[in-house]
């Protein structure tokens, strides 16, 4: 299992990042998929799920409303679209495959910074 994330990297309060994460060495369309995050001095939060086909997506509340969970089955890519950024959403957000319908992250990527700063 290999995931790699990219799209990282500075932001201002209330802009908005794209993140994506490419997939290779197992069957991606069959499996769901999650972001999670780890900010500094603090536990790993998970964020984010979606289904192989996207037929049931989840969110954590504290970004419910602002970031958007997507997949790409013929690219074996994912994608988390951030927007209206806060200082707080600062982490390593991490790629990873997830236990079906439930937030449970099996394998992980090696991560990418996001910051949100001014």
């Known amino acids: 299992v290999q995931l790699v994330e990219s799209g990282g990297g500075l932001v201002q309060p209330g802009g908005s990042v794209r993140l994506s994460c490419g997939a290779s060495?197992?069957?991606?369309?069959?499996?769901?998929m999650g972001w999670v995050r780890q900010a500094p001095g603090k536990g790993p939060e998970w964020i984010s799920l979606?289904?192989?086909?996207?037929?049931?997506?989840y969110y954590a509340d504290s970004v419910k409303g602002r970031f958007t969970i997507s997949r790409d089955n013929a690219k074996s890519t994912m994608y988390l679209q951030m927007n209206s950024l806060k200082p707080e959403d600062s982490a390593v957000y991490y790629c990873?495959?997830?236990?079906?319908?439930?937030?449970?992250?099996?394998?992980w990527g090696q991560g990418t910074q996001v910051t949100v700063s001014s």
């Open positions: 060495g197992f069957g991606f369309v069959g499996l769901d």
């Open positions: 979606i289904s192989p086909a996207g037929t049931y997506i």
């Open positions: 990873t495959t997830e236990r079906p319908a439930t937030p449970h992250p099996l394998d």
